[in-house]
Nanobody, 121 residues
Framework: HVQLVESGGGSVQAGGSLRLSCLYNHRGNCMGWFRQEPGNKREGVAM????????YYADSVNGRFTVSQDNAKNSLYLQMNSLEPEDTAMYYCAATREWVVASLREADFEYWGQGTQVTVS
């Protein structure tokens, strides 16, 4: 069973940066970051193929966010730069044992963390 624990959220001013971390006990074949604002659907932000390290981003964050992985530390990261108030949300780490190429669909990921809050003002 894959367990995911996020950390690194917080409050930051617009234009600032944060790095989210996700500690996992088992690596999924694909892993990603999603975010959700209250009352809205969960939105895919970034994903990575943990074998080839290919990455895929939502248009809204492309060029500002970077997803990466460190197998030696059992960790997934999301470096977020040039943050905007619209990036305010609960951020979730997700994993799947399937090979979901360039997918940011919530339904394609079966394992989820509890989330970490990011607030940009």
């Amino acid at each position: 069973h894959v367990q995911l624990v996020e950390s690194g959220g917080g409050s930051v001013q617009a234009g600032g940066s944060l790095r989210l971390s996700c500690l996992y006990n088992h690596r999924g074949n694909c892993m990603g970051w999603f975010r959700q604002e209250p009352g809205n659907k969960r939105e895919g932000v970034a994903m990575i193929d943990t074998s080839g390290h290919r990455t895929y981003y939502a248009d809204s964050v492309n060029g500002r966010f970077t997803v990466s992985q460190d197998n030696a530390k059992n960790s997934l990261y999301l470096q977020m730069n040039s943050l905007e108030p619209e990036d305010t949300a609960m951020y979730y780490c997700a994993a799947t044992r399937e090979w979901v190429v360039a997918s940011l669909r919530e339904a394609d990921f079966e394992y989820w963390g509890q989330g970490t809050q990011v607030t940009v003002s």
